[in-house]
């Protein structure tokens, strides 16, 4: 009896002694992997902070919309149907409009060169206007006539990003206009040869036809800007 009790005894310990060992080799792998996961880390913020030798990093230009005293743009309103029409860039800061634009552009995926204008219509008028906008014209300073291509008709929705098919799909130009309601697309003028669209503060005068029996002419406005 006193020999199986021994026995039993002796079988229990050599069992523990095997836990014990497997719970040190697990604590020791634990602590090796620990101690690569902190050597890695500390590679990488040293390669990243770079404190020895560090250069500063170049300054990048980020362009910022900045509004002069007054800009310009197409004006025309229907007195019958009591539709309000502007076209105008989509910027009134020069520089900011011109980078804003070629954005767009390369983001709707489209191949001419050219520049990105806001086409606002607004119905002002008592009834429900159905627009099924079919041209756009514009003429310059210079005598030059320019003609807009809606989105739907140059980009290229198959390499467009997400935000390009976005614009597409806002600046659709046949929709239902509620009275008091307005909507803002964007149109596309593009380059003739070289010489690239001017700014629509540059337009003089124009025409849109909203539908077969709805043409607005579009006259050079001046908007002045409040300052504080």
Do not use: C
Not at 102 to 108: H, I, L, Q, S, T
Not at 183 to 196: A, D, N
Request: hydrophobic share 40%.
């Amino acid at each position: 009896m006193e020999e199986e009790q021994s026995n039993d005894t002796e079988v229990a310990f050599v069992e523990s002694a095997k836990e014990a060992r497997r719970a040190q080799w697990a604590l020791n792998l634990l602590v090796l992997l620990s101690a690569v996961a902190g050597a890695v880390f500390f590679g990488y913020v040293i390669f990243t902070i770079k404190p020895f030798g560090r250069t500063e990093p170049e300054p990048i230009n980020v362009p910022t919309s900045s509004v002069g005293e007054k800009f310009g743009m197409l004006f025309g309103e229907d007195e019958t149907t009591g539709v309000v029409v502007a076209l105008r860039d989509i910027d009134e800061a020069p520089s900011y409009r011109e980078q804003l634009s070629e954005v767009m552009r390369k983001d709707m995926a489209i191949s001419s060169l050219g520049r990105v204008y806001l086409l606002v219509v607004r119905n002002d008028g008592d009834e429900t206007v159905s627009v099924d906008a079919q041209s756009l014209t514009a003429a310059d300073d210079n005598g030059k006539s320019w003609s807009a291509r809606w989105l739907s008709d140059v980009a290229n929705l198959a390499e467009a990003d997400a935000n390009g098919r976005m614009r597409v799909a806002q600046s659709a130009h046949k929709f239902e206009l509620e009275k008091g309601d307005e909507r803002q697309l964007y149109v596309f003028i593009p380059s003739t040869g070289e010489s690239l669209p001017p700014s629509g503060e540059d337009f003089l005068d124009g025409e849109l036809r909203l539908s077969a029996n709805l043409r607005i002419a579009l006259k050079h406005k001046e908007i002045k800007v409040s300052t504080p």
